[in-house]
C-alpha cells in the first residue's frame, strides 16, 4: 500500500502508466485474492474430482495400450496437478485476439471444460482445425507423454 501511495506524489506525466498499472495490479490482486479465499473449498473439491476423474482416463488408456488397468492410475496416483483458469470473452474480431498461441500440452492429461465461446483448435494433418464447443463438455487432451515420436 505504501509503495502505491508513493506514486501519487510524481508528476502525472512521467509515472502514469506505471501508476496505472500498479494500481490494476493491486485491483486483480485483491480481486482474485477474495475470490479465491470465499471460494476455496469449491475450487479444492473441483480439483480432487478432476484428479479423480483424470485416473479414471489413465486406466482406460492404460487397457487400450494393453497394460494392466493399474498401471497408469498407480504411477499418478499421487500426481501434481495444476488447475489454469482462462477466461475468454466472446471476441469481436477473432483475427486480432492471440488466445494462448499454438502449444504442445507436455503434460500427460488436459481436461478442458468447454462453454459457448469458439477458440479451441487442434492440430491435424499439418493445419490448424477448429474445435465446435459443446457446452457443459470437457475435451480431454492427451499430452506429450504420450506421444510416439517417429525420428
Partial sequence: MFSLSLFLFYPLHTCMHTHISNLLSLFFLLVLYIFFFCNRSFFQEY???????????????????GV???CFRDFFKNNE???????????HKPELALGTGPHCDPTSLTVLHQDQVEGLQVFVDEKWCSVAPKEDAFVVNIGDTFMVRII
Fill in 68 to 70: 494392466s488397468r493399474e
Fill in 47 to 65: 480439483c480432487e474430482v478432476m484428479s479423480n476423474l483424470s485416473l479414471e482416463i489413465m486406466e482406460l488408456l492404460g487397457m487400450s495400450l
Fill in 81 to 91: 496437478s495444476v488447475m489454469r483458469l482462462n477466461y475468454y470473452p466472446p471476441c
